[in-house]
């Protein structure tokens, strides 16, 4: 009888440790999760800061570039805008001198 007990204890002690150390695989296991989950949000973040970073900078290329059409555009109006007003004013001086010769 008393090697049935010793048994029934020791088999008790074997099923404390390996729940001791199920429990303790269970923690390093939550521990692991919760490490490779903060690695994936922190990846995750930066991938997106990447990539709106990436649109800013391309949304700017295309304004600057939209800027410079515009700046052409108005410099190419006012170009033409000069030289009808030198051509009207050359007209002007003409059409002012008829009148006063009294032409």
Do not use: P
Request: net charge negative; charged share 50%; proline share 0%.
């Amino acid at each position: 009888m008393e090697d049935v007990i010793k048994r029934i204890v020791e088999a008790e002690k074997e099923a404390e440790t390996r729940i001791e150390k199920a429990e303790h695989e269970a923690k390093e296991i939550i521990r692991k999760a919760k490490e490779e989950a903060k690695k994936i949000e922190e990846e995750t973040i930066k991938k997106a800061e990447e990539e709106s970073q990436n649109l800013i900078e391309k949304a700017r290329l295309e304004g600057e570039t939209e800027a410079k059409k515009i700046l052409e555009e108005g410099e190419k109006e006012i170009s033409a805008l000069r030289e009808r007003a030198e051509s009207n004013f050359e007209t002007a001086i003409q059409e002012a001198i008829e009148l006063v010769r009294g032409a």
